[in-house]
C-alpha cells in the first residue's frame, strides 16, 4: 500500500493508502471503530483486490492510526463529510472507472448513511456493507451485557488512549472528567463523542447518526451482511426488507461473528465476504 496525505480546506487532513496495481475498478474502503490500515478486514479487502486485479484505497479516520489530527472534531458513526470528500477525488482522478464502496461496523454504517444522503447523486456502481450496527443506541447497550462486556473493554481502552492523546495536544473546549474512569462506550460517546461533535448527548448522537433511517432513500446496488450471533449487535433491530431501498439486498447469516464470516474447514479456511462481495460487485458495475 502506498500512503498519501492531503491537506483539507477546513485546515485539518487526511491520510489515505492506495493499492494501486490493478486495471479493474477502484474499491474504496472504510474501517471499523478505532481501526486502520493493519485491521484484519482492511487487510482481507486489499488481498481481494489484488487477487481480482483491481485497485483499491482505505479512508484512514481523523485521529485514527496514532496520529493526531489537527481540529478538535474527530470521527463518529455518522460522521459523512469525508467520505464524500473521497468520493469525488477518486471520480475526479480515475473518470470513468467503476467505483466500489466497502465498510464493516461503524464504517459500514457510515457507508450506508452516506448512500441515503446522497441518494441518486452517489455517483459509484455498487457497494457492500459487513456487520451493520442499524440501530447504534441497541448495540452499545448490547456491548454492556454478557460476554460483550469484554470487547466492549477492548474498545474502550482503545478509545480511552486515544481521546488521551488528542486532548494532550488540542484540550477540548469542555471538561470531559476523568478520562481513566470511564467504563462503557455510551458514557464515552455521552462525554466526549457527543460534545465533540455538537450532539446534545449520546442519545442524540445515536438517533442522528444510526443507518437506519437512511436505506429507504439508498438509490445504488448495495448488499449488507449481517450474522445473528454477532456479539456487537441487538439482532431484534436487524432492517427488515420492507425498511429498506428495493436496490438493497440483506443476507443475515446464523454465523458468522463480527465482520468474520469464515467458511471452509479447520485446515483450509476462508474468509466468505472476500467471495460474496466481489461475486456481487461483479454482477452490478457497468463495464
Known sequence: MEKERIELDDGDFLQLFWALEGNGPMVIILHGLEGDETSNNVKAMFSMIRKEGWNGV????RNCGGVCNRLQRTYHAGET???????????????????????????????????????????????????IPFDLSSSTDRLNRGFSKVYQKHF??????????????????????????????????????????????????????SCKGFLKHIKVPTLIMNSFDDPFLETST?????????????????????????????????????????????????D
Open 58 to 61: 482505505m479512508l484512514l479516520n
Open 81 to 131: 463529510t469525508d467520505l464524500n470528500w473521497l468520493g469525488e477525488l477518486v471520480k475526479k482522478r480515475f473518470p470513468g472507472k467503476p467505483i466500489m464502496l466497502f465498510g464493516y461496523s461503524l464504517g459500514g454504517n457510515t457507508l450506508l448513511k452516506w448512500l441515503g444522503e446522497k441518494g441518486e447523486a452517489a455517483g459509484i456502481d455498487a457497494a457492500a456493507a459487513v456487520s
Open 156 to 209: 474502550i481502552d482503545l478509545l480511552k488512549a486515544s481521546a488521551k492523546r488528542k486532548f494532550l495536544e488540542l484540550p477540548p473546549p469542555f471538561d470531559p472528567g476523568k478520562i481513566e474512569r470511564i467504563r462503557t462506550l455510551r458514557e464515552f460517546d455521552d462525554r466526549i463523542t457527543a460534545p465533540l461533535h455538537g450532539f446534545k448527548d449520546a442519545e442524540d448522537y445515536y438517533s442522528k447518526s
Open 238 to 286: 436487524f432492517a427488515k426488507i420492507e425498511e429498506v431501498s428495493e436496490l438493497v439486498e440483506l443476507e443475515y447469516h446464523q454465523k458468522g461473528g463480527h465482520a468474520a464470516f469464515i467458511t471452509g474447514v479447520p485446515w483450509n479456511k476462508s474468509g466468505w465476504t472476500e467471495t460474496r462481495i466481489p461475486e456481487f460487485y461483479k454482477s452490478h458495475w457497468k
